[in-house]
């Protein structure tokens, strides 16, 4: 599957892009809210499981409404635990890291911030869990996902479609790298998505790329590390950084990363 073979509906808010497989769709939800969220749903015989959660409460109305015709039978909640107003009766399935990392973890402390950010228009409500699942496979709705379990929460496969979700990728932005042994982690994570052969990668914020992207981000971080090694401060490394990649977005990660690079 092309990652740019798909239609479009545009909302009143977001946009979704459909992919149809055959069997089973993928529904790819554009927030357009502050931080760019991306919600992915995956349909198969009018059933649906849905990969994280918007967190705005205008996302929360939009989404529910598009979804009307669809039955969810579940939500798998990694990296994006707030917004538990959307679908509050629906069940929801994660990991015991990825529960314990929203709730009260680096996904909780993250919701604080976006709450003093944002206010009353977001959702700072966390998801609460109904089924903690493990690693490997797991079965939703007639719909396979295989759990991967990582450091902050779980990645997932989904083999009807041969595409992965992940928490970030983003070819054309910044990323948070937080020092040279997590940079090299993600670059071994996605050689293996490219020695796989995966047709889509999905992710929190970003709309769904491919292998070359994969490649891509890889020779980024690569580059990364070349830079960081010449530098002597954190103004100097995003001055080299900004001075390579002019168009890429997510100046906030990017101070970010330099922070971990020149604790």
Not at 50 to 58: A, G, M, N, Q, Y
Not at 96 to 104: G, H, L, P, R, W
Not at 204 to 227: G, R
């Amino acid at each position: 599957m092309n990652k740019n073979t798909f239609t479009t509906v545009k909302l009143a808010k977001g946009e979704m892009k459909i992919y149809d497989f055959g069997g089973v769709k993928l529904h790819a939800y554009k927030t357009n809210d502050f931080i760019d969220d991306e919600v992915f749903i995956v349909e198969k015989n009018g059933k649906a499981v849905i990969i994280e959660s918007p967190c705005f409460f205008d996302n929360n109305r939009e989404l529910t409404e598009y979804l009307k015709d669809i039955q969810v039978e579940g939500l798998l909640i990694a990296y994006h635990g707030a917004g538990a107003t959307f679908l509050p009766d629906v069940p929801k399935y994660a990991t015991q890291n990825a529960v314990d990392y929203s709730e009260n973890g680096g996904g909780k402390a993250l919701v604080d911030k976006f709450t003093d950010a944002f206010g009353e228009i977001f959702d700072n409500s966390i998801h609460k869990i109904t089924s903690v699942i493990g690693e490997g496979k797991v079965t939703i709705g007639g719909i396979d996902f295989e759990i991967k379990q990582t450091a902050e929460a779980f990645d997932i496969i989904i083999p009807e479609i041969n595409a992965v979700y992940t928490h970030m990728l983003g070819h054309d932005c910044h990323s948070i790298v937080a020092g040279a042994g997590h940079a090299d982690g993600i670059i071994a994570e996605l050689h293996s998505y490219i020695e796989k052969g995966y047709d889509l990668i999905l992710t929190s914020h970003y709309t769904p790329e491919d292998l070359k992207d994969a490649q891509t981000k890889i020779d980024y971080l690569e580059n990364l590390k070349k830079i960081v090694a010449n530098c002597a401060d954190a103004d100097t490394f995003k001055t080299e950084v900004q001075k390579e990649y002019p168009a890429y977005s997510g100046q906030n990660y990017l101070d970010m990363t330099a922070g971990f690079f020149f604790a």
